[in-house]
């Protein structure tokens, strides 16, 4: 018995060792290093945060006009630029076809690169759909259990309790 403690001990040793190993190691010099951006990749990302500053800036200039410390004539001044900024920003990071054939070709490619900016991808046009009419009344009502007539009272139960006959007093 003791035998078999000894050789699960050293069996889990050697499984912590084992699973533990690749943590303890130094990393190598050539795996820590990050790939720069290339020119595309760091005019995306200039595009990206200028659209994302400038999106940013509408919302926050939305919400002071409605919240009414920005006046109409204000609102109306600094709304222009920052939704001509944005458009030209977001311009700008949509894919073009022949910009596909001049990327780089790498094993890597990221979301920007493929053109995808977040949100919701394009859906194809859908044919328009006639309104279905109104259900008729009532049809669309949940249904409700039948009334159950309540059972008829035994007798006496509903009438009111009766005060004691207290006898009149009569001649001394």
């Known amino acids: 018995m003791t035998l078999a403690l000894v050789l699960g001990a050293l069996l889990a040793a050697a499984c912590v060792v084992a699973v533990a190993l690749p943590f303890l190691r130094e990393p190598d010099a050539a795996d820590d290093a990050l790939e720069a951006p290339g020119e595309l990749e760091r005019r995306q990302l200039e595009l990206a ?6 999106l940013a800036a509408l919302k926050e200039l939305e919400f002071d006009h409605r919240a009414g410390t920005i006046t109409d004539e204000d609102y109306r001044a600094l ?5 001509r900024e944005a458009a030209e920003a977001l311009r700008a990071l949509e894919p073009r ?3 596909q054939a001049q990327r780089p070709s790498r094993a890597r490619v990221s979301n920007a690169d493929r053109g995808y900016r977040g ?5 194809p046009p859908q044919p ?14 949940p249904p409700q259990p039948p009334q159950i007539p309540e059972p008829y009272p035994p007798p006496g139960e509903l009438d009111p309790p009766q005060p004691p006959a207290v006898p009149e007093p009569g001649p001394l």
């Open 97 to 99: 076809a022949g910009e």
């Open 79 to 83: 709304v222009g630029p920052l939704r």
């Open 119 to 123: 949100g919701i991808e394009p859906q």
């Open 49 to 54: 945060e200028v659209r994302d500053r400038a």
């Open 128 to 141: 328009p759909q006639t309104p279905e009419p109104y259900p008729p009344p009532g049809e669309l009502d």
